[in-house]
């Protein structure tokens, strides 16, 4: 038999060497991104980043009008999200969240840190901007935060690193009828790994009172009136010595807290709002300031 070396030695290579893993999203042998966890450079690229937000308020990339046509001051400072929820994103979370594929929490809560690093910079530069107006810098929930007047102007913003730092990850919590379905909270895995990431204490602050029917197929109206007494705070005598101990950790506050509120879509906005009012009116009950932001990995 007369075999050609050179042959022989490129089929023993390709038995010997490594072999691309496989895309968790594409299932295709290829090189894998170095930046986001188990999914290839192709299908990294194609991910619909929300970079430059329309609405400053909401972080929707299109135009907002649940924000434009509200006259009612928001409990939160602004939320900011990852991603724009498209067919493909839809695809990523309904595998993780329904279909039970864990090894994408660590992929959604690396992008969700991507939308932490845009709303840092974006709070240090309203904060530290000497022309910044104090009225226009964050502040008590009731006064409306007017900060987002300024960022009406668009104006761009560095994503260098940033020295502005949220104090406590609270993710949106499910009710027990939803947790035995599917087994975990996927509000708590995505702060778990943003915590992490970010050395950011996380903690469980909230409980839902009772149980509602999926809000994906529900109006805005329905959802806005589905939420109300939805959430209370957490009943465990361990919470809040554990939100105390945030609160103290360096010493007296000398600002408010910056709370994070973390859940994996902003769809109206109403999940967001009922659990904030709930984390205000327990920093009010205990005397001390709070900024109450939010999180979401898409925003429908």
Known sequence: MNIKPLAWLK?????????????????KRARLSTRLPAICTACA?????????????????????????????????????????????????????????????????????????????????????????????????????????????RQPVSTAASSWQADLLIPVPVSNARLDERGFNQAERLADVLSRLRGIPQLPLLVRTHHTAKQSFKSRAERLADMKHVFAENPDPAIRP?????????????????????????TTGSTIRACALVVGHLAAEKGYGAEIYSLTWARS
């Open 11 to 27: 089929g023993a290579q390709s038995l010997l060497a490594p072999s691309n893993p496989i895309c968790l999203s594409c299932g």
């Open 45 to 153: 690229a194609a991910i619909p980043w929300i970079t430059r937000p329309r609405c400053r308020k909401c972080g929707r990339a299109t135009g907002c009008p649940d924000c434009s046509r509200s006259g009612e001051p928001s409990p939160i400072v602004c939320n900011r999200s990852a991603v724009a929820y498209t067919a493909d994103m839809r695809d990523w979370l309904g595998k993780y969240k329904y279909r039970g594929n864990e090894r994408y929490a660590p992929l959604l809560g690396t992008m969700l840190d991507r939308a932490y690093d845009m709303l840092a910079a974006q709070m240090e530069q309203a904060t530290q901007d000497p022309l910044l107006p104090a009225c226009l810098c964050p502040g008590p929930a009731r006064t409306g935060w007017p900060i987002a007047v300024r960022w009406l102007k």
């Open 242 to 266: 554990m939100l105390e101990a945030v609160v103290n950790a360096n010493g007296p506050l000398r600002r408010p807290l910056r709370i994070i509120i973390v859940d994996d879509i902003y």
